[in-house]
Structure formats: C-alpha cells, structure tokens
C-alpha cells in the first residue's frame, strides 16, 4: 500500500506527511514545511511530526467509552448506546431543570473546520445554547481581536510563508519558532542568504533570538511600550509612510499625541531594552524596502493582548507595511487548525465564515442553511475562562462537553478549574487519551485520530489543505462527527447532523458564503489539485486570496484603523512578597497540555520533566542549586520543578514550560486576568517568589 498524502496532527505549520502503517515521511510539495521548492531541501518535521505515529497505537489508547455510575466510582467500559443514552438523558434532565443555557460545550483549536463547524452547529441546533467557546480563546484571541479592529478581518499570515524568505526585516515579537514551529526556520535562513535582517523580542535568548540580528530583552509585559517607543523613534526619524497613511489609513492624527509620551529614554526605563536597540530596530526596519512584523503568543498573553498586538500594527502601518506585497502585519497562528477553528463557530460569539452572532444579516443566513428560525439562534454565550469558572456555580452551566482540550493542565489557575468541573453533575470527554480532564469525566468518548480520518485544516497562511485517513482506526472507536451524530439523533435536533466529513465541509462552504472567512469556492478535489487554497474563495472559479489587503482593508471604508493604545503593565506586578516574574510557554519536544506528547517516548526521553529555567546569579541569591527542586508560588498557588540554569534568561524573570500536569504544573501559578476585548488569560506574566524545596 503506498503512503497517503496528509499533515501533521500538531501545529499551526501544518507540515505535510506520507503517512503509511508504521511509516511517516515529510512530503516535499508543501510549502509551509520548506517543500515546494521555495527553500532548498524538500521538507522537513520536527520531532513532534516524525514520532506522530506511536501516539496511535499508545498502550493506553481509549479504545472503548468509558462511563462512571457516581462521582466516587471507577470509570467502566459501557457500550456506545449507553455511553450517549446516558449523555443524552442527562442534558434533557439538566435542561429541563435549569435552562438550554446549563449546558455548554468547549471545544478546540486542533478540531479540524469540520468538527469546529459542526460542534457550533451542535451547540446551538441541538442545545440551543449560547455557551461554547474554545481553547483558542487561550491562543489567538487577543491577535485576532486586533486584526480584526485595525483590518476589519484577521488572517494570521497576510501572506504566504515563502514570502518571509523575500522579507529585508522581519520583526517577531514573542515568537520563538526555532522551537514551536522548526521547520519555518528553513524560511528565515533563506531570508539571512538573501540578506534580510531578523530582531527578536523575548525575555528570553532563545533558540529563536541567538538566530537573529538583533535581539531586544524586554521586561515582560511590556511590549506595548517597546511598540509605542518604536513608533515614536520612527516618527521622529522621518521614517513614516505620509502617502500610505493618507491614502489607506484613518486615525494617525489622533495617535501622535499619545505616541508623544513615550520618548526612547522612558520606554528604556520601562521596558529594559536598551535606547541603541531601539533606534538600531527602527533603522533596520525604516531603511527595509520589505519589511513584516509578526507577533506570537510571547507578545499576546496578556491582559493587555489586544492593545499590544494594536500597538505593532499602528508601528506597521507608519511604515506602511499591510497590503503591500512582501510586507505587512501577521500572527503566527499556534494549533493545527488554530486558523480555521477560530472561523466556523466555536467561538462564543460567532457563526460560520467569521460571521458575528450578533448580525442579524448573519443570523438570517446560517439559520437558512441550518433549516431553522434565526430567532431561535441563541446570543452570544460565555468566554473560555469566563465559561470554565462558571461551571457548577449558581446560574453557572451544570454540563460540559469536551472536544478537543485539556484544561485541567492548559487553563489559567488550573487548580480554581479543577474544582469548578468538579462540581459539574455531567462532565462529557471526547479524546483518544485518558488526559487529565478526561480522567476527571463522569462520560468518557473514544475518538479517531488525525492518520484515522478526514477532514480540511487552515494553516497558518490561512491555506486550507486536506487531511486524509491513512491507517484503520481501532473498530470501536467513533471520529467526533459520528458522535455528534449520535447525541443529535438522540435530542431529536433539527436540521442534519451528517458524520461524512465532505458533506459537512460542503454544507460548511454554503454557511461560510459571504462571510469574510468565504470558504465557497474551496473544494476536497481543488485543495489537492493546488496544495491548498487561500481563504477567501467565494467561488469555484476564484483562485483563492494568498495575499490579503492589496486594494482595500476589510473596513467599512476600506481604510485600515490606527487606534491609540496606552501602556498599562502587568496585571499583577512584582512586590516584596512576589518579587519575580513568572513567564510561561513551550519547549520543542512537547505540544500543549503534553496529553499527546507525553506519551512518546522519544519525546519524553528527550525532555522528561518540568523545569524552572533561571538565572545564574538569581539561583545564587536565593541559594538554589542547578537541578534541585523548586518550589514557585504565586497568589493562586504553589507548583514544585526542577531547576533549570540559563545566563538566557533575565535576571528577575524565571520561565516554566506548561507541558506537565499534577505539581509541576504551571498553570497552578498563572493569573486568570483577562484582556477586556479578547478575554485572553494572562499566561505570559505573573509575579512569583521562588524557594528551594
Ligand atoms: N514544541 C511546541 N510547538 C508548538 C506548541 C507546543 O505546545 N509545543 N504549541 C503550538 C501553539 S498552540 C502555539 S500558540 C504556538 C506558540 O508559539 P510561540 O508563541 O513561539 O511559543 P511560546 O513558547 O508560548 O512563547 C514564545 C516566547 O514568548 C516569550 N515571552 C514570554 N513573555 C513575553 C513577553 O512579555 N513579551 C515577549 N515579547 N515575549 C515573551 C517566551 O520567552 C517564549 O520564548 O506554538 C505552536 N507550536
Ligand atoms: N501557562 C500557559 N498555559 C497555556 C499556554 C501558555 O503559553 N502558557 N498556551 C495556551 C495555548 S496557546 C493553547 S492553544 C492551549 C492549549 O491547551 P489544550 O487546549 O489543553 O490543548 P491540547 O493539549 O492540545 O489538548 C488537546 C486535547 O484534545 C485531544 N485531541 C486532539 N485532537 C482531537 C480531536 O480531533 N478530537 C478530540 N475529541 N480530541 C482531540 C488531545 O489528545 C488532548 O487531550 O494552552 C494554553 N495554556
Ligand atoms: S513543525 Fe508543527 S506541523 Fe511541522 S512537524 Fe513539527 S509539530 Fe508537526
Ligand atoms: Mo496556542
């Protein structure tokens, strides 16, 4: 049997793959991976892609449901019928009871746009509930809430990733791909051969930051004042794009003044990064016939998210960078599907196509393809953080249904998480791995994998490409679609809930036409004909957008916003009591909540526990030896790892990956403060003290 062609089952990068029983291979003909010929070599996978396969046939693979007759008893194998009879009854009885509303769905960004599409449909068809939203709430919200202000539309890429080998700088704030995405290292080394320059902002030195031609150490929190800095240094260095400004933008006028009030010397007090590096950053950038600036997490977790990522796309603007080829503002979208989970409706307050649940225009037409009355389309319903801490209390939900998340480990204050589904009367699991969430679940459903079944994903590019089955699944487990069949059936919902992913991607396509995210002219047989194809397409003949914004933003008027953002800090600050900061994020060989990872032994054995990655000379004052065990407690509460030596790091920062669960979780520690506008947690910075153990 000859491989099949299909993508990896992690991130956003969404490397191709030859995948056959007990075989992956890299395809050469994707570009994201460095295939295709646009970077030397065909393509590449990181370790995470080539180990996918022995997450397949992992010992303890849910292979059966999985169902518990109380609280205190044993999870026991059940057949599907009870499995979903059980699930079934339980929402009626809950509904009844207390509201359509108490019962809510959580959902994630690795579900493929079917799945994503049709848990959305799920919960407002058939449970007529406003509440479900997603783990991507915890990854692009705050980018895509910005984007989405300045551009009237957020695609994480504006441009295809070959265009970043073209790129004479490239600015990445908080981005450390060397490790999250390695392969799109291939890009940058052919943009270094080309000449181009790289700047880096990150408290840490990163694989990332030793790689580039500038790196700016911030303190962290505090990139909005860096951004604002740079913008000032730009202006006051003639550096601005007059013509573009007046010609596509609105609002520049209105933001000198704020700009005004962050002079290189003070945004140097705030930030820690050097008054040199600055203008040095704003030179390589100003004198940059093609220059993109891109943001990830690092600069995104934040209460501030929202205004932060604004303040990179003001400096983008003044530079005249969005809508010009080769240049521009982007994000790197962080989960497999993270681009296409956020469009088709898992997100509290959106339909398909990136529609606004609150339109009535947009009401109208997914009530039309669903079958229903746009009047019995629920609002808006709760934010991921907002949704989670309101399990089990008062007026709170009494159900959740899970696809596709861990948050027992990735959720902010994870231990608050912990108790509020355990006071949950029904908590639901679909996964192929006992994960620490599903270990907690009173149903537990076993799930296919990626290399079991298909379906489309958008990459980072915002490219939509095919997943295909390549290997058998296990014969008693169900893909989520044929679950959510089964529970539809079961409520007796309206409309259709089809398990084949090519019908749903179609009735997908109808529901996306017109929206901005107008997936109507995408098709199984062209995705495979073209290597993917670029949203928007809102026909069969349109060949796809690969690079957005060339005649017009999103906008009503067509103009891009330059809206004025002040610094504001951390949401917590150090003080004497929790005198450190606390970074949190990824190291290379474990992907998110670790659930998948952990179970790969190459990976394990290359990163087998949590750390505290710290500062030399900080270790030395708190008397914390190299590799002893420390404890880190922060106002929420006390996780315990080993330490972990770096002169990378800054001196009153220390980082911890969020990859393991039990004690040495992070997400013990981390504040659930949220961005106003995109309701992101806090992940990237709290204040902490340190001990040994
Ligand atoms: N190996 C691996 N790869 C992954 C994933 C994974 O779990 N593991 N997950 C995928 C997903 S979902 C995502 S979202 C992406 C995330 O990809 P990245 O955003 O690259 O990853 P992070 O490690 O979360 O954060 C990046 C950097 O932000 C820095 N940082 C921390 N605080 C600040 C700050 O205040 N300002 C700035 N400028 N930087 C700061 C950290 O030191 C870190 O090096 O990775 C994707 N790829
Ligand atoms: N402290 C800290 N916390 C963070 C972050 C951080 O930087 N710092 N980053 C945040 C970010 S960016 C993200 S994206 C989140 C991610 O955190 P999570 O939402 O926990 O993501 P995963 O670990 O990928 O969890 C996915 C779960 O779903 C299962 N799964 C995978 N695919 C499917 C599928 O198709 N169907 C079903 N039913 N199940 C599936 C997997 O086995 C796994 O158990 O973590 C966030 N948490
Ligand atoms: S970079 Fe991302 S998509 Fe590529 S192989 Fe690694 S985890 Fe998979
Ligand atoms: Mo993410």
Redesign the pocket.
């Known amino acids: 049997m000859s491989p099949t062609p299909t993508h990896c089952p992690y991130?956003?990068l969404q490397c191709g793959m030859l995948v056959g029983p007990g075989t992956i291979a890299p395809r050469d003909d994707i570009p994201a991976n460095g295939g295709g010929g646009d970077v030397s070599g065909g393509g590449a996978l990181c370790q995470?892609g080539w180990t996918a396969g022995e997450l397949l046939a992992t010992p303890d693979r849910l292979t059966v449901p999985l169902m518990r007759a109380h609280r205190d008893a044993p999870l026991q194998p059940v057949t599907w019928d009870a499995a979903l009879d059980r699930i079934a009854g339980e929402i009626r009885r809950i509904q009844r009871a207390y509201g359509n509303e108490a019962v809510a769905v959580f959902g994630g960004?690795g579900l493929t746009n079917e799945k994503a599409y049709q848990l959305g449909k799920f919960a407002r068809v058939a449970l007529r509930t406003p509440n479900i939203d997603y783990n991507g709430r915890f990854?692009m919200s705050s980018a895509a809430a910005a984007q989405n202000r300045a551009f009237g539309m957020d695609r994480g890429l504006p441009v295809p990733i070959t265009d970043i080998a073209a790129a004479d700088t490239i600015l990445l704030?908080?981005?450390?791909?060397a490790?999250?995405?390695p392969p799109f290292v291939r890009h940058l080394t052919a943009q270094r051969e080309r000449g181009g320059r790289l700047i880096v902002?990150?408290?840490?030195e990163?694989p990332t930051a030793r790689r580039a031609d500038l790196h700016l150490q911030?303190t962290?929190?505090t990139?909005l004042a860096l951004a604002n800095g740079l913008l000032h240094l730009a202006i006051t260095e003639g550096l601005i794009d007059k013509a573009y400004l007046d010609e596509r933008t609105t609002g520049f006028g209105a933001i000198r003044t704020v700009i005004n009030g962050y002079w290189p010397e003070r945004v140097e007090r705030i930030t820690g990064v050097p008054v040199p590096k600055m203008r040095e950053a704003v030179r390589l950038l100003g004198d940059a016939a093609n220059a993109l600036i891109l943001t990830?997490?690092?600069?995104e977790q934040?209460a501030t998210g929202t205004d932060t990522v604004t303040a990179f796309i003001n400096l983008a603007l003044a530079l005249g960078l969005p809508g010009r080829p080769g240049s521009g503002f982007g994000c790197?979208t962080?989960?497999g599907n993270?681009q296409g989970g956020r469009e088709h409706g898992q997100k509290a307050d959106q339909l398909p196509g990136y529609r606004k649940i609150d339109d009535p225009a947009a009401r109208e037409h997914v009530a039309r393809v669903w079958g229903i009355d746009a009047g019995d389309l629920p609002g808006p319903g709760l934010s991921a953080t907002e949704l989670l801490n309101a399990l089990g209390m008062p007026g709170g939900p009494r159900a959740l249904l899970i696809f596709g998340s861990n948050p027992v480990v990735s959720a902010p204050d994870a231990a608050t998480i912990e108790e509020r589904l355990a006071a949950l009367d029904l908590l639901v699991v679909a996964d192929f791995v006992p994960s620490e969430t599903a270990a907690r679940a009173d149903v537990v459903l076993p799930t296919a994998q990626w290399a079991e079944e298909t379906g489309t994903i958008t990459n980072l590019e915002g490219r939509v490409l095919l997943r295909r089955a390549a290997v058998p699944r296990p014969p008693q487990v169900r893909g989520d679609l044929e679950i959510l069949a089964g529970l539809a059936g079961r409520l007796e919902a309206p409309g259709r809930f089809s398990a084949e992913p090519a019908e749903v991607f179609d009735e997908l396509r109808a529901a996306s036409a017109g929206g901005l995210a107008d997936y109507s002219g995408i098709t199984y047989e062209r995705i495979v004909a073209e290597t993917g194809v670029f949203w928007p397409c809102p026909g069969e003949g349109h060949p796809g957008t690969p690079r957005v914004f060339l005649d017009r933003f999103a906008t009503p008027d067509g103009r891009a916003r330059v809206v004025p953002v002040e610094h504001r800090g951390p949401a917590e600050d150090i003080d004497a009591d929790y005198p450190i900061y606390l970074?949190t994020?990824?190291?290379?060989a474990?992907?998110?909540s670790g659930a998948q990872t952990r179970r790969v032994r190459a990976l394990l054995d290359a990163s087998p526990e949590a750390f505290v990655e710290i500062h030399p000379d900080l270790a030395e004052r708190l008397e914390i030896e190299e590799g002893s065990d420390v404890r880190v407690t922060s106002r929420r509460g006390g996780a315990v790892a080993k330490a972990r030596f770096s002169t990378a790091i800054r001196h009153d920062t220390v980082?911890m990956p969020f990859?393991w669960a039990g004690a040495a979780r992070a997400n013990l520690l981390t504040n659930p403060a949220l961005d106003p506008t995109s309701r992101m947690p806090e992940f990237?910075?709290c204040a902490v003290r340190l001990e040994k153990s």
């Not at 902002?201 to 840490?204: A, F, H, L, T, V």
Request: aromatic share 4%; hydrophobic share 30%; glycine share 18%.
């Open positions: 991130c956003a995470k960004g990854c704030a908080g981005g450390n791909v490790e999250t995405m902002i990150d408290p840490r990163t911030v962290p929190g990139d990830a997490r690092g600069a934040h790197l962080g989960q993270g970074t994020g990824r190291v290379l474990h992907y998110q980082f990859h990237k910075v």
